[in-house]
């Protein structure tokens, strides 16, 4: 399995990011992908995750209404788009699948692969 974070930069406070996450790989139809985020000097932190067997997604509350998840299964592609940032959302923000979940969670340590991670910087 590989997948490739991009769409990271510099965006000023109150404005807009999509990142996206290109997949590959997957010998299984059931899995999930989800999206992190790790600030400098803090634990990795869980987004957003979507199931790819039926599209529904679980979204951290403190992020809700903020970032929202999709998917273009046609070109295995994950998006979170992500609208009034802030600069607290400065971040390495990592995708990452897990196979056959069970449950749509965002439990970092249960989750198989990883992606790159891609930089978002918010400036006030």
């Known amino acids: 399995v590989q997948l490739q974070a991009s769409g990271g930069g510099l965006v000023q406070a109150g404005g807009s990011l999509r990142l996206s996450c290109a997949a590959s790989?997957?010998?299984?139809?059931?899995?999930?992908i989800g999206w992190f985020r790790q600030a400098p000097g803090k634990e990795r932190e869980g987004v957003s995750c979507i199931s790819s067997s039926n599209g529904i997604t679980y979204t951290a509350d403190s992020m809700k209404g903020r970032f929202t998840i999709s998917s273009d299964n046609a070109k295995n592609t994950v998006y979170l788009q992500m609208n009034s940032l802030k600069p607290e959302d400065t971040a390495v923000y990592y995708c990452?699948?897990?196979?056959?979940?069970?449950?749509?969670?965002?439990?970092?340590?249960?989750?198989?692969?990883w992606g790159q991670g891609t930089l978002v910087t918010v400036s006030s």
């Open positions: 790989g997957f010998t299984s139809d059931d899995y999930a």
């Open positions: 990452a699948a897990v196979i056959n979940p069970h449950i749509l969670h965002l439990l970092v340590p249960l989750y198989d692969y």
